[in-house]
């Protein structure tokens, strides 16, 4: 007799999707231009961003709540038309209907500002009426682990295709604990009782070790506060805390991916003695490693009954990595006297505005906003700070890319450095932009082959192949006879060494 190959599958983790979908929201607001900044007479650009604090599943559908960013540049309403910029913030609610959607799945959002119209306000022209037009995208997800057939066996014409996933190495969440004592700015009077607090916070790097995900980030406060003043006027500031903390993955590795969500479970602020405030925020992070994979997959068999299952994931298309050099030159602003000495170059923030997708190719723009410290050039010799806006653009070469694709854009810089030039800053600064392109994928494909029930009358005999799990006990209870028969009319055949595709003979029994 001739073993057969027998079929053969292979269990993979996959991020498989529930479903997507995108919606289009209006969102309204209102803007103040700060007390220290004089009067709009012209505006000459609207830089617009969104930000997503917080997502929440219900069935079949996703709420998003977020903040619209807005950095206006205008022309003051004074007689030396003096160009300065403001700030603005306007939170959102949005949804979108996802069918399929449970709580407990995973979902991811993307919000894109399509546009922004400010319009003076009536009653006082240093508040302006926001509207803003947001296209959100939402994609619910939920890891499986699912059987597929990698081997048809033999006398089955099959047909084989080549997937590319991401195989689900490990996930895990962790809770960690963010605290500062900061006072409020020196502009702002001292605080006598706190109103609000907003907490959001951003993941601006994440790395892999042995079995263990660094994750940086930070937590933005916006704190609103009555001012220890006889007019007891309200007030409201601003608080970045970077942290760095670390989630236990087991079988992470440094060349795998990672992708890490955080949320803000509870952030509080009180106000003590010298520093004013302390805050301390806790923080959900949830990581999931996966590792690009090539699996060859038996999508079709001809001569055997299948049973399939249906793959709905994220296949990679490509990925690569571009570097550029920005090299910029700043004034120091007039409220700030000339630097003699740079003393210390940091990154306070690192953004994507804009990724692109024309065919082969990814198009990203971005910045860095840096905080320069330095000596000043005055006889006093004070250390200052300054904060500029580096903004970049670049592209990196998909092999495969095409509009409508999902793109993942990272940016990091590798390299930053300051020199003082009179009145100015010489800056250069190397970012390296990292960028994967994936799409839906969604294929039916042979799961395993459905066992056909061999019709075995009393006193026949029957060749059969030996599956997985198989014992001469089992054999002997499906086809009514009993181990004794069956080792007889197996001499050769070790009962305790049966090999998978191994074909033996069973002398059929009588039923019941």
């Known amino acids: 007799m001739v073993a057969q190959n027998a079929p053969v599958k292979e269990r993979i983790t996959v991020n498989q999707v529930v479903s997507e979908n995108s919606q289009q929201t209006v969102v309204r607001g209102t803007i103040s231009v700060p007390d220290p ?25 996703v709420v998003i709540d977020g903040m619209l960013n807005l950095q206006v540049v205008y022309v003051a309403f004074k007689p030396d038309q003096a160009v300065h910029h403001m700030h603005g913030q306007v ?6 209907d996802v069918e399929g959607a449970l709580p407990g799945m995973d979902v991811k959002v993307d919000v894109v500002v399509e546009d922004v119209k400010l319009t003076p306000g009536k009653q006082d022209p240093r508040k302006f009426d926001v509207t803003a037009v947001l296209d959100v995208s939402a994609k619910v997800t939920e890891t499986r682990e699912v059987d597929v057939l990698v081997q048809a066996p033999d006398g089955v014409n099959a047909k084989y295709d080549t997937i590319h996933i991401d195989d689900v190495v490990g996930r895990e969440t962790s809770q960690v604990i963010v605290s500062d004592q900061f006072d409020n700015p020196p502009e702002k009077p001292e605080p006598e009782k706190v109103l609000d607090v907003d907490a959001t916070v951003t993941i601006t790097d994440s790395r892999i070790v042995a079995d263990k995900v660094i994750v940086d980030g930070e937590v933005t406060l916006q704190i609103m506060y009555v001012g220890a003043v006889p007019e007891q006027s309200v007030h409201d500031m601003h608080h970045t805390i970077t942290f760095t903390d670390y989630i236990e993955v087991p079988g992470a590795k440094p060349d795998m991916d990672v992708v890490v969500d ?63 050099v920005v090299r910029e030159s700043f004034e120091t602003p007039d409220t700030k006297p000339c630097p003699e000495k740079v003393l210390n170059v940091s990154i306070d923030e690192t953004k994507v505005t804009e990724k692109k997708i024309i065919k082969n190719k990814v198009i990203t723009r971005g910045y860095v906003d840096i905080k320069i410290i330095y000596v000043s050039a005055k006889p006093d010799q004070a250390v200052h700070a300054m904060h500029q806006r580096l903004n970049f653009r670049t592209f990196v070469e998909i092999k495969g890319a095409v509009e409508g694709m999902d793109v993942t854009v990272k940016p990091a810089v590798e390299y930053i450095n300051a020199v003082a030039e009179d009145c100015d800053v010489n800056v250069e600064a190397v970012i390296k932009v990292r960028v994967r392109v994936t799409e839906t994928m969604r294929r039916e494909v042979c799961a395993e082959i459905a066992e056909e029930a061999v019709e075995c009358k009393p006193g026949d005999v029957i060749d059969y192949v030996v599956k997985p799990g198989d014992t001469f006990f089992k054999l002997a209870q499906k086809y009514s006879t009993t181990v004794q028969a069956i080792q007889q009319a197996n001499p050769g055949v070790n009962p305790e060494n049966l090999r998978v595709g191994q074909v033996i003979i069973i002398p059929c029994g009588a039923k019941g």
Do not use: H, W
Not at 91 to 96: E, H, I, L, N, Q
Not at 274 to 303: H, M, N, Q, S, W
């Open 262 to 324: 955080a949320m803000v479970e509870n952030c509080d602020v009180e106000i003590q003695g010298d520093p004013y405030f302390r805050a301390d925020c806790v923080i959900k992070l949830d990581a999931r490693v996966t590792e690009p994979r090539e699996v060859k997959v038996v999508t079709e068999c001809t001569g055997a009954t299948v049973k399939t299952v249906e793959l709905n994931v994220e296949q990679l298309i490509g990925e690569g990595t571009s570097q550029v």
């Open 91 to 96: 939170p959102f609610t949005a949804y979108v």
């Open 37 to 61: 900044k004089p009067d709009v007479d012209q505006i000459i650009s609207t830089e617009k961003t969104a930000t997503v604090k917080n997502t929440s599943l219900l069935p079949d559908k």
